[in-house]
Each structure stands twice: as structure tokens, then as C-alpha cells.
């Protein structure tokens, strides 16, 4: 069977959702540009997929054999991190137990004197120089009430993550767990070591909390999501 992907063109402002299969379709793409017309070998796991590209200049981009920043724009909507931050014991969770946290319960149940106090580690474990990296306005006049996309994006990581997420040792994981000090974490731009990394990592060296097999659909659902926050968790890109 030929392996013939129907790419739409899009032109809006937004890149087109660019998941796991718009990667193995581009690289697709190379693998035919490189053979100057052969059929590309299609990869064994590739669904079949009605891929969409974003539009003309990034797809060039995305072909290109060596990563490219992209335009601006772009690289700023992904928040890139020039490397995959692997995954790593948490050095918090003494002091969390210190404040008498209970990691097992949505951070909407954490009373709210408590809740403060957990802020100095998420600033620390997501490697953000104040308060601000999630909270609206400007150190010293912060509107802590205000709700943002940082902010609901770290309710979603407790929630889904620390609350239903264990290592492989079955042990409670925290923040720092993926984050280790940095805030960006994964190079969207290399699909196939991202790929890579999420199987070794994010498969591989965590469990889950209901004792359930462990696999990339528990995060990404059975019909696979890439853009997790988006789509699953339903937190628009909009910040
Ligand atoms: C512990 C949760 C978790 C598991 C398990 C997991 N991932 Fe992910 N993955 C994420 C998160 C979080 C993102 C970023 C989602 C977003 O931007 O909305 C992501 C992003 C990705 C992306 C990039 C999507 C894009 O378009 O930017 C790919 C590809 C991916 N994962 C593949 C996999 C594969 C394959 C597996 C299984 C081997 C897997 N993931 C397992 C959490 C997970
Ligand atoms: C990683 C993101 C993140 C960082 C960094 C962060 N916060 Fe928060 N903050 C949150 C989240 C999430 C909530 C909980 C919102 C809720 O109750 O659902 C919150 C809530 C709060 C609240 C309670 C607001 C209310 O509902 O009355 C205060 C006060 C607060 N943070 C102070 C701080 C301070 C001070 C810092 C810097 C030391 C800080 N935060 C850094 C994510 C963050
Ligand atoms: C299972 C791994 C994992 C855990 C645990 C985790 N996160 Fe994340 N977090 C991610 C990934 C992956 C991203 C997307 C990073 C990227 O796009 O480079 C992310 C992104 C974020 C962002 C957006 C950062 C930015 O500048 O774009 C915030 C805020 C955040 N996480 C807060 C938290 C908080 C708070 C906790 C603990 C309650 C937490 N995370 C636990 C994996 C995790």
C-alpha cells in the first residue's frame, strides 16, 4: 500500500496542531524529498492520519534537515526548550509533607493558607526568577486573584499529574519531578527524539496512582492528543 498523506493547506494566523503523526508525516515528507520522488517507507506505527500543515513557510521549515529557530512567532507560541528535560526524583516532597500537604487531593481542596505556602516551590521547581512567571502583573503589584494561563496550566499539572502520576518505584512525584528548575521542557522542534524521550521518560519512568497499566494514553488519551493542555484538559492557547 502506497503511503499517500492528504495534506491541507492552512493559512490562518495560528500554526495547525502539530501531534506525533504530523511529524512521522513530515517525515515522510523528507524521506520522498530525499529520495527525489521513491515512495517513502512508511514508518510501522503510522495510523492513518489526515494530517494538516501549518502553512507554506513553516512547513518548509519543518522539512528542512537541520532544526531551524523557526519565525519568531512560532517558537514563542512552543515555549522550546533547546533539550528534553529528563525526568528526575523530586527533592521537594519533605517539605511539602512539612506543610502538611495532602498530595493526593485537586489543589482546589488545598486550603488556601496552605496553598501559599506551597508557592515558593512551584517557583522554585519551575525555575521562574518570581512570582510572576504565573501570576498577572509586575513584581510588587501582583494580582495574585487574577486567573491566567500559567495558572491553569499548574492547576492541570497537579490535578492530572502529581494527584494521579507515581514514579517507578510507586513513590509520590511533585512538581520538580518533571520540572527540575526549568519551565521549558520539551524541544518540539526534533519529533523523533521527542518521541524518544516521552517512551523513555514519560512512559517508562512513571505509574500510575490507580495502579492501571502506565502508557502514553494516559496522558494522551486512547486516540492520541499531542496537544494535551489544549484538547484534553481543554486550556485555551489564548494567554
Ligand atoms: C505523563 C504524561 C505523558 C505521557 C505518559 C506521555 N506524554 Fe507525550 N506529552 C505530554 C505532555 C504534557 C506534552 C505537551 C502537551 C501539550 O503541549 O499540550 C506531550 C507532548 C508530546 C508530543 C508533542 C506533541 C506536539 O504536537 O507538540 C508528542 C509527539 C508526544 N508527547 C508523544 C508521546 C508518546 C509517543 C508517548 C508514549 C510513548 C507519550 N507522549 C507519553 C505528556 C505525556
Ligand atoms: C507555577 C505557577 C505559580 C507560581 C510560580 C506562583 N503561583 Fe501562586 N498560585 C498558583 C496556582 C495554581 C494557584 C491556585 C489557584 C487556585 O486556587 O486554583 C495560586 C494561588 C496563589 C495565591 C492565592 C490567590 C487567591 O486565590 O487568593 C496566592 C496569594 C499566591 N498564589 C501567591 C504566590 C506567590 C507569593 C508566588 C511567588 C512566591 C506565587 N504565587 C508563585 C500558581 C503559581
Ligand atoms: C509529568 C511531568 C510534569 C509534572 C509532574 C509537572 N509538569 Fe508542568 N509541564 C510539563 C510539561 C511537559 C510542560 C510543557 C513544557 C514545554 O512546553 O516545554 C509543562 C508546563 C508547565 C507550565 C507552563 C510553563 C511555561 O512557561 O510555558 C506550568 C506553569 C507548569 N507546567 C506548572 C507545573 C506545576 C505547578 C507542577 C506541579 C503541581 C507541574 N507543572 C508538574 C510536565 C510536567
Known sequence: MRFV???????????????????????????????????????????????????????KSEISPTPDPG??????HHHGASKNVNVGPSSMLAKVDKLGIDLSKPLSDIPLAKKKK????????????DCTG???GEPGAIDFKADTHDLKLARGMWDHFVVKLRDENNKRIFC??????????????????????MHDDYEHKFARADGEE??????????????????????????
Open 5 to 59: 498523506p492528504t495534506v491541507q493547506i492552512r493559512s490562518d494566523k495560528h500554526p495547525a496542531p502539530r501531534g506525533a503523526f504530523v511529524g512521522i508525516i513530515s517525515g515522510a515528507m523528507m524521506t520522498l524529498v530525499a529520495a527525489c520522488g521513491a515512495p517513502p517507507a512508511p514508518q510501522a506505527s503510522a495510523p492513518t492520519v489526515t494530517a494538516t500543515t501549518p502553512s507554506g513557510s513553516t512547513a
Open 176 to 197: 520538580d519531578s518533571c520540572h527540575q528548575g526549568e519551565h521549558h521542557l520539551l524541544n518540539r522542534k526534533d519529533k523523533d527524539a521527542l518521541n524518544t524521550f
Open 71 to 76: 519565525p519568531p512567532e512560532e517558537a514563542e
Open 134 to 136: 504565573c501570576h498577572a
Open 214 to 239: 502506565h502508557s502514553c494514553s494516559t496522558c494522551h488519551t486512547d486516540v492520541f492528543e499531542g496537544h494535551i493542555f489544549r484538547d484534553v484538559w481543554k486550556i485555551s492557547d489564548e494567554h
Open 118 to 129: 506551597l508557592m515558593p516551590l512551584f517557583q522554585k521547581a519551575l525555575g521562574f526568577k
